[in-house]
């Protein structure tokens, strides 16, 4: 599996727009980028995933760097509920990639 | 909408015991997944199931067995429990068809299990 690399803490203010970038240099063509997070005490949530096309949902916009060796998770405003860790992973389209790699992921901190 | 329900949420076992944890998707999704996290570590998947009466080994299967008689239910078993299986328990499910492999993972929020 492609690796991704990410920081292992941010910090962000409540209100403000948060960066989260993540690197994955090694990404294959059929590799889409996926990003969840986890809060505290509970499950990994889904937030948005990409190709190669900026996304953009009702949590978050995905941007995706043109040569797809990096991209960038924005959260527009963050608030208190927006603290945890998350994760940028990459999952293959076709084959049998079913399982998805978590790495440690960023854990973010959003100050009242 | 329920999702991915995980029972029971906590359970304190002793070394050699027994027991199954339940995993049940009212989503309709045919991919459904187990797997563990442990302190200062990413999720690893354990067993995973593509469809009704199917399951698969996923990284760190030993020690586990899976059922999944049922779509909406996917059984995650501990025949003899070990200190090393204390953890917390994810269940997952998609709706990957074909390997697209583009599908989000819905997770449950988790069973605590310590064993003694």
């Known amino acids: 599996d492609a690796k991704t690399t990410q920081p292992n803490s941010m910090e962000s203010n409540e209100e403000e727009p948060v960066h989260l970038p993540c690197n994955h240099s090694?990404?294959?063509?059929?590799?889409?980028i996926h990003w969840y997070r986890q809060l505290p005490s509970q499950g990994p949530e889904y937030v948005i995933h990409?190709?190669?096309s900026n996304v953009n949902n009702r949590m978050a916009s995905l941007a995706i760097a043109e040569d797809r060796k990096s991209s960038t998770l924005i959260l527009h405003r963050a608030t208190l509920r927006d603290a945890a860790v998350y994760y940028c992973i990459l999952r293959s389209f076709g084959g049998s990639n079913y399982k998805l790699t978590f790495g440690k992921g960023t854990l973010l901190t959003v100050n009242p | 909408n329920a999702g991915v329900t995980q029972t029971p949420k906590f359970r304190v076992l002793k070394t050699g015991q027994s027991m199954t944890l339940l995993c049940a998707q009212d989503?309709?999704?045919?991919?459904m997944y187990w797997y563990r996290q442990d302190p200062g570590m990413g999720l690893r998947l354990i067993h995973y199931?593509?469809?009704?009466?199917?399951?698969a080994k996923g990284e760190v299967p030993d020690g586990y067995n899976v059922s999944r008689l049922k779509k909406q239910n996917f059984l995650l078993g501990l025949e003899s429990a070990a200190p090393s299986q204390t953890s917390v328990y994810f269940c997952a499910s998609s709706y990957d068809r074909g390997g697209i492999g583009n599908q989000p993972q819905h997770f449950g929020d988790g069973t605590r299990l310590s064993i003694l």
């Open positions: 199931s593509v469809g009704e009466g199917t399951t």
């Open positions: 990409g190709l190669t």
């Open positions: 989503m309709n999704h045919e991919y």
């Open positions: 090694t990404i294959s063509g059929t590799d889409y």
